[in-house]
Structures are given as structure tokens and as C-alpha cells.
């Protein structure tokens, strides 16, 4: 059975940092590109960064650039997002995804943890 299992998710402070984790079991990991979405109330669901299978390549969303880190422990078979200077815009369920070699179409989604930025 194949898990993508979310954690880190939690209520902040504007300015503040979480670091969301996400780990995979039952794939051969070091082939998919992991990716993280959000998606906020009434709004569409957006990339927010991902990470190519060999790490050659990281994209970020343009409003996260310079704030996030997205790195992965192959090791490990986990993806983490480093999230600092958060803001309130920020608020949304993060959702971790892979793909498979590349993140688009998404194979598997993980169930999602709550972030919330509090101004």
C-alpha cells in the first residue's frame, strides 16, 4: 500500500516558520518527483514547490520564492518544506504528491495538514 504521510502543519504567527514533512512508503521513492500543493478555502489547488526524482531541478511558486525550502532525504524517503517569514496568505491544507518521473499527473496524495497563519 502506498502512504504519503503529512506532518509539521500547525497554527503560527505571522513572521513565523514550520516545517512540514512528508513520508513515502510503498514506492521505490528515489524515482518519483515529490511535490507540495495547497489549497486554500474557495480557492483553486496550487504547486507550491516540488523536487525533481534526481534533485536536479526544485521550482517554487512565485510568492514563496526566497521564504521556502523544499529538500528531500532520500535516505529516508521523505520530502520536507521548510517554511519561514509565513504570512497570513499562507493559510491552506498542504498537500504532499509524487509523480512519477515527472510530478504531473499525480500518482499518489497525501491526506493533507492544516497551516495557519495567524496576523
Known amino acids: 500500500e502506498v502512504q504519503l504521510v503529512e506532518s509539521g502543519g500547525g497554527l503560527v504567527q505571522a513572521g513565523g516558520s514550520l516545517r512540514l514533512s512528508c513520508a513515502a512508503s510503498?514506492?521505490?521513492?528515489?524515482?518519483?518527483?515529490i511535490g507540495w500543493f495547497r489549497q486554500a478555502p474557495g480557492k483553486d489547488r496550487e504547486v507550491v514547490a516540488y523536487?525533481?526524482?534526481?534533485?536536479?531541478?526544485?521550482y517554487y511558486l512565485e510568492s514563496v520564492k526566497g521564504r521556502f525550502t523544499i529538500s528531500r532525504d532520500d535516505d529516508n524517503d521523505t520530502v520536507y518544506l521548510q517554511m519561514n517569514s509565513l504570512r497570513p496568505e499562507d493559510t491552506a491544507v498542504y498537500y504532499c504528491?509524487?509523480?512519477?518521473?515527472?510530478?504531473?499527473?499525480?500518482?499518489?496524495w497525501g491526506q493533507g495538514t492544516q497551516v495557519t497563519v495567524s496576523s
Open positions: 523536487i525533481t526524482w534526481n534533485g536536479d531541478r526544485i
Open positions: 504528491a509524487a509523480g512519477r518521473p515527472n510530478l504531473l499527473p499525480v500518482d499518489y
Open positions: 510503498g514506492i521505490s521513492f528515489d524515482d518519483y518527483t
